[in-house]
């Protein structure tokens, strides 16, 4: 018993003795835990997993539309699954959704097995989130929450300073011993560590970048991480010196971004739709202004949701309130100003934002040397970190130097103007006027390529190693637009005779249109004498004002040649200039030492202003936009073309038609044009594309004129098979056929009113119709020939009709008597027309003359001649002030209408031109050919767009005003909108058939454009004065031109 008694004591006592020792344990733990908790409530400063779901909130969600493309990204793979990639850098601009993309990142990365995460959201604007030792808190207590072991390595100092451990000012460094002996722990393993917006680090953040670099040399440490920052100099200079990172740059997928950020609009304008109710209308009004105004921003497009889902926004106040925010991030920009004024190279950061705010384009480096004259002898990279130093306003990609967005530089001219631009911006456009002319004069020089040939054609032309245009690229083509916007007086020193700009146009003119011909700006050269020209014109500086209209002249009437091959400007340029032209006879000496007889010119410069070339037949139509901007052509080469009314760059070539075009007309809106062909059809082109929209069919012959009603809902038609038809334009529907006349309907015009339609025909008449009712009101009679055309006057009162007897006859259109009778043409009228005034009619005809005619008197005024063939089609541009004539000599001409002089000629069809049409806006011409198209020219540029390949002359065409992507035509309407367009290049003319022998040597080549030597071509030749026939015998040329003149050239 006692022995049992024993026994069950010692049970009892060990029992109690593990109940004790269990207690104990569990009073450390407590103990433990208490200490933990403690030691983590000090750590603690901010929750991270709080701050992720507060910018996930703050900015409306986070969208996995927004990042995904990310994840399939090859840098972001190659970081994740290589060992050896321990950094993911991934930098941008502001508001290019970094931080999103990093929440995003977290998201698919905590999805992974044994995924041990931490991560910082730093932000400049609080000061708990923008120091590096707030940074390594954060990340160290996110990585203890997951692994609760690692706290150790922070008890081991806390138990001893307590919460003071983490402030004072030693507490970064015992931040990193901590940090540090984490890293190495043996159980870390598989880590990420995230730290977003590096850049908002405001304090300490050298520390930080070198703390992350110094973890990546710890051997035994697998951790990764990720950072994001802006495209900031400091970051760079640190994190460039790791090789095992991946770098990630938003700039290099801006398509990504872009496709981002309308998943993230149409998600917020989803939201505001639900919240304020928005009818259609507004949600896509909202929509299309965030989008258009974005520019890869998530966060503007953030802010201004915000602003618009305030419930003080009243849903009817959506629209002006929309249109009310700037694209800005203003309060990011005023924070960068500060850091800028107070750093060492303030000065030259803010003359380099004041370039970079005034400039027309971003520059290069280069070019921002050339237009400061601080910078001149910084070598690239302290430019480089000049640059950087600029913060947030700029960033440079590929040498060139970019606002990071629009809204940039809007807070630099409006809210920071006196800041970087003291003297006003007037006084910064007239010292980058100064600078660029100043380099112009130095650098440019003959042949400045080293092309050496002639004729070297532009396109073979490749970039020497080193450039010499790189410096001057910029100032090449916009120095005049400095000028004009530094708003001088007419009394200003730069615009007088003997001024910089006088010696510049003396010294260096040809020179200057060699390099714009090498960098392809010729239209913006034209464009810039314009406006220099205009500068002089009120000034009492008569030598500059004459130099000036002569190197006008130079230019227009040279710029083909001098596009197609840079050293033309000192062949063909000077060669077919006049005799007494004063760029001529101050460039003597540039002209071709290989020509020992050069052909006899003209004295002085005569009416034609400029040859538009490019069609490949005769031209056949030709109008003017209603702004005068743009003129349009229609050739037998089956094309329409639009050309720039200014420059004679031919902007659009539309190709579809499948025979002539005889007819082209502009919508009144510009947006479409229409050309009628001996297809038989009407096509209906979107003149900024050069799409076909639709195809009229119906007539049983070509179509020989087409019209748009004022109001553009109808369109009529004339055709051989003796009918008129109105459509309507918008279904493309046939409303009427008129019956009634006995020959080819020829002409056909709506009055202003549109209740009227007047159509003339072979069968000597004119009709007026009702419109509406389709009935013949009058039937005018008294030609002795075929009408071939007949216009309204602009305010209906009276009709013109133009006939095979070589005569214009002006009507009473509510009587239908003859009020007069024009005669003078030495053959038939194919075309009359109207100034928008009324006080002018033009016609052209057979005679290959255009003659103006007082409309009251019936007075001849002036007699345009230049064309080598006949006239098919004559226009006034909307302010009268020009006309353009289409011809069989397959060219386009614009003359002054006043003057009578021939500003231009676009060139590009194959064929006649059959008929011209301007868009409503005047922006773009549509031609018809004889080729067999239709092309789509740009009025401002001249450059042909399309070329549309229709298969049939067309003759008529015109827009439809009221969809303005429909072009109807005589086949039908064509869809100017149609994917399958792409730009097409400017039609060559057609090869012509040279008689005579070919000769080696010297000659012609076989399209008869250039003199040529052993093939090579030397010598281009203008229009005027290309082969009918020609002799070659040794070293001499002789030609027989189609406009009847005999050169007579002798090479050595």
């Not at 013109?800 to 005669?823: F, N, P, R, Y």
Request: glycine fraction near 8%; include cysteine; charged fraction near 25%.
């Amino acid at each position: 018993m006692d022995q049992y008694n024993s026994e069950d004591s010692k049970i009892q006592l060990r029992k109690l003795i593990d109940v004790a020792g269990a207690l104990e344990k569990q009073q450390e733990k407590r103990h433990q835990d208490d200490g933990d908790k403690q030691c983590l409530r000090d750590l603690l400063e901010t929750d991270p997993r709080d701050d992720k779901t507060r910018i996930e909130d703050t900015k409306g969600g986070l969208l996995r539309d927004s990042y995904r493309w990310i994840l399939d990204h090859a840098d972001f793979q190659r970081f994740r699954d290589d060992p050896q990639s321990r950094l993911l850098w991934i930098k941008g601009d502001p508001g290019k959704g970094k931080t999103m993309l990093l929440c995003g990142i977290i998201d698919e990365l905590k999805k992974g097995p044994n995924s041990l995460l931490s991560y910082f959201f730093c932000q400049a604007t609080e000061a708990q989130l923008s120091n590096a030792a707030s940074v390594l808190r954060g990340l160290i207590y996110l990585l203890i929450l997951q692994q609760p072991s690692l706290i150790s390595h922070v008890r081991s100092k806390h138990d001893v300073a307590g919460e003071k451990l983490f402030q004072g000012i030693n507490v970064w460094v015992s931040l990193v011993e901590i940090f540090t002996d984490m890293l190495k722990d043996p159980t870390l393993k598989d880590a990420v560590l995230i730290i977003d917006a590096l850049d908002e680090c405001t304090t300490d953040r050298p520390k930080l970048l070198d703390f992350i670099i110094q973890s990546l040399t710890i051997s035994s440490s697998p951790v990764k991480w990720i950072v994001s920052s802006r495209n900031w100099q400091d970051i760079e200079e640190k994190l460039d010196r790791i090789e095992q990172k991946v770098r990630l740059q938003l700039e290099l997928n801006q398509d990504s971004i872009s496709k981002a950020v309308d998943t993230y609009i149409e998600c917020k304008v989803e939201e505001l739709a639900g919240l304020k109710n928005y009818d259609k209308k507004t949600r896509d009004a909202v929509k299309n202004r965030l989008t258009s105004n974005a520019d890869g921003t998530f966060l503007w497009v953030a802010l201004v949701c915000k602003e618009l889902a305030d419930p003080k926004a009243r849903k009817r106040h959506t629209l002006s309130r929309l249109h009310s925010f700037p694209p800005g991030l203003d309060s990011l920009y005023g924070r960068m100003i500060e850091h800028i004024r107070d750093s060492e190279d303030a000065d030259l950061c803010k003359e380099v934002l004041a370039i970079a705010s005034v400039v027309y384009r971003p520059v290069t480096l280069d070019e921002l040397k050339v237009l400061a004259e601080s910078l001149e002898d910084i070598d690239p990279d302290d430019l480089k970190d000049i640059i950087g130093s600029c913060g947030s306003f700029l960033t440079l990609r590929e040498s060139v130097v970019y606002f990071v967005h629009q809204s940039a530089k809007d807070y630099l001219l409006s809210k920071a103007s006196c800041h970087i631009l003291p003297s006003g911006t007037a006084h910064q456009h007239h010292t980058l006027f100064s600078r660029s002319l100043a380099a112009l004069s130095e650098a440019l020089r003959r042949d400045i390529y080293g092309l050496s040939t002639p004729g070297f054609s532009i396109d073979q032309v490749s970039l020497p190693n080193p450039d010499p245009l790189s410096w001057i690229r910029y100032s090449c083509i916009y120095w005049v637009d400095h000028l004009v916007d530094s708003n001088p007086t007419s009394s200003h020193k730069d615009l007088q005779d003997s001024s910089v700009i006088h010696g510049f146009i003396q010294k260096k003119y040809l020179y200057w249109l060699e390099s714009l011909s090498l960098l392809r700006s010729m239209s913006e050269g034209v464009q810039a004498v314009y406006k220099l020209e205009a500068l002089v014109r009120n000034t009492r500086s008569q030598k500059l004002a004459e130099l000036l209209r002569d190197a006008r002249r130079f230019f227009l009437s040279h710029k083909r040649p001098i596009e197609i091959a840079p050293l033309q400007t000192y062949a063909s340029a000077l060669v077919f200039s006049p005799e007494r032209s004063l760029i001529r006879e101050l460039f003597k000496k540039e002209e071709p030492n290989w020509m020992i007889l050069k052909p006899r010119m003209e004295a002085d410069w005569n009416a034609c202003v400029q040859t538009l070339e490019g069609h490949g037949g005769s031209v056949r139509s030709v109008v003017f936009s209603a702004d005068g901007q743009r003129l349009a052509s229609g050739s037998d080469d089956r094309t329409v073309k639009i050309w720039d009314a200014a420059t004679g760059a031919c902007v659009q070539t539309l190709e579809g038609h499948g025979g002539w075009v005889s007819s082209v007309v502009f919508s009144a809106d510009g947006q479409r044009l229409a050309s009628g062909s001996d297809d038989r059809t009407v096509k209906i082109w979107d003149a900024a594309t050069g799409a076909c929209v639709q195809t009229l069919e119906g007539h049983g012959g070509l179509v020989m004129s087409v019209v748009f009603s004022a109001d553009g809902q109808r369109l009529a038609s004339g055709s051989d098979d003796r009918t008129v038809k109105i459509w309507d334009a918008a279904t493309g529907a046939c409303v009427q056929t008129l019956e009634g006349h006995g020959g080819w309907v020829s002409s056909v015009v709506f009055s202003a009113d549109g209740q009227r339609l007047a159509s003339g025909s072979d069968d000597r008449t004119v009709k007026i119709w009702d419109a509406a009712t389709g009935a013949c009101v009058q039937t005018l009679e008294g030609h002795g020939g075929l009408v071939m055309s007949v216009v309204f006057s602009a305010d209906g009162q009276r009709l013109a009709s133009g006939s095979g007897d070589k005569t214009v006859k002006i009507w009473d259109a509510a009587t239908g008597a003859c009020v007069q009778t024009l005669e003078g043409h030495g053959g038939w009228v194919r075309s009359v027309v109207f100034s928008a005034d009324g006080q002018r009619l033009a016609s052209g005809s057979h005679d290959k003359t255009v003659k103006i005619w007082d409309a009251a008197t019936g007075a001849c005024v002036q007699t345009l001649e230049g064309h080598g063939g006949w006239v098919r089609s004559v226009v006034f541009s909307a302010d009268g002030q020009r006309l353009a004539s289409g011809s069989g000599d397959e060219t386009v001409k614009i003359w002054d209408a006043a003057t009578g002089a021939c500003v231009q000629t676009l060139e590009g069809h194959g064929g006649w031109v059959m008929s011209v049409v301007f868009s409503a806006d005047g922006q773009r011409l549509a031609s018809g050919s004889g080729d067999e198209t239709v092309k789509i020219w740009d009025a401002a540029t001249g450059k042909c767009v399309h070329t549309l390949d229709v298969g049939r002359i067309l003759y008529r065409f015109s827009f439809d005003p009221t969809t303005n992507s429909l072009l109807s035509t005589d086949i039908g309407l064509l869809n100017l909108d149609h994917p399958a367009l792409q730009p097409a290049v400017d039609d060559q003319s057609t090869a012509i058939t040279l008689r005579g022998v070919r000769h080696s040597g010297w000659g012609i080549s076989t399209d008869g454009v250039w003199i040529v030597k052993d093939g090579k071509e030397m010598l281009w030749l203008p229009p005027d004065y290309r082969v009918g026939e020609y002799a070659v015998v040794g070293s001499t040329v002789a030609i027989g031109c189609r406009s009847g003149r005999v050169l007579v050239m002798k090479f050595s």
